[in-house]
């Protein structure tokens, strides 16, 4: 037999609910629908009461945004890419009058060393380049020589070249005719500049390169005054390696001559 049992005593009479017997009282019933509102009212007041963040202006922004920039690309410069410009037609037509290179810094911290076939920026081992004239404005010289510095523009004195190597300590060099040796071996050489071939009427060698060193040349042969210009010089015409600055990687401007060389040039 079922027995319906009466959800309440008989003949008493259930009342209002808690939350709302509670609030009839004046006072909010714990977890009920008056304490969620009144919670809410309270958040809601906090936070138009918190004061809201008010902008930097404009004068402190900029300056800030400068510097921050500025220290970027000084980072960049000294331990990534630094940018050169090509002033002249020596390495044509793998690197033209005006292109801006990139040059892969990280390479020599990370234990490249040049090898042979890889173009590279050095600076000037000595009486290379004619003394660079000075920048008559010093307002102008002073903002190129900052940017300069950060990375931003290439180097100011511009005391630095871009050739290919061709040997590296140790090896024997020599040119005849119209043949280039490295230790007896023919160099096969498909940069040339058209017209040129690997001698250019200058006979020279043999030539053994000093350790820690390395031999350089245009790829436009005839147009350029590299190492076999320069035997009467420091390292017999050889450049020390502490002068190289690192491979060229890229062309990066003009965009129609962009170029990628690799990670250590090719």
């Known amino acids: ?72 690309a000084l980072l960049i410069k000294t331990c990534l890419f630094q940018v050169f410009t090509i002033p002249s037609g020596s390495m044509e037509n793998t690197l033209r009058v005006g292109d801006r290179v990139g040059v892969n810094k990280l390479a020599p911290l990370t234990g490249w060393k040049p090898e042979p ?27 190129s020589s900052v940017l300069s510095f950060v990375g931003l523009v290439p180097p100011k004195d511009d005391n630095y070249l871009v050739k290919r190597v061709i040997a590296t300590g140790g090896q024997t060099v020599q040119c005849s005719g119209t043949t280039l040796t490295v230790d007896g071996k023919k160099v096969d050489e498909p940069y040339l500049h058209p017209g040129d071939d690997s001698c250019a009427g200058l006979d020279f060698g043999p030539v053994t390169v000093p350790a820690d060193h390395i031999w350089v040349e245009g790829d436009h042969r005839s147009d350029s005054a590299d190492s076999r210009y320069h035997q009467r010089g420091p390292g017999g015409g050889a450049v020390p390696v502490d002068n190289v600055v690192g491979p060229v990687a890229a062309v990066v401007w003009p965009v129609g001559h962009f170029d990628w060389f690799g990670w250590v040039g090719r």
Do not use: C, H, Y
Not at 29 to 48: H, L, N, Q, S, V
Not at 131 to 138: K, L, T
């Open 117 to 143: 076939g890889q173009p590279v920026v050095f600076k000037d081992p000595g009486g290379w380049l004619p003394p660079q004239p000075a920048d008559s404005n010093p307002l102008t010289g002073a903002a």
């Open 1 to 72: 037999m079922v027995v319906n049992l009466p959800e309440t005593p008989s003949g008493s009479d259930p009342g209002p609910a808690p939350d709302v017997a509670a609030e009839a009282a004046g006072r909010p019933a714990p977890g009920g629908r008056a304490e969620a509102r009144r919670r809410a009212r309270g958040i809601r007041g906090r936070k138009a009461g918190r004061p809201g963040r008010r902008p930097r202006p404009w004068w402190i922004e900029l300056p800030v945004m400068v510097v921050v920039g500025l220290a970027v």
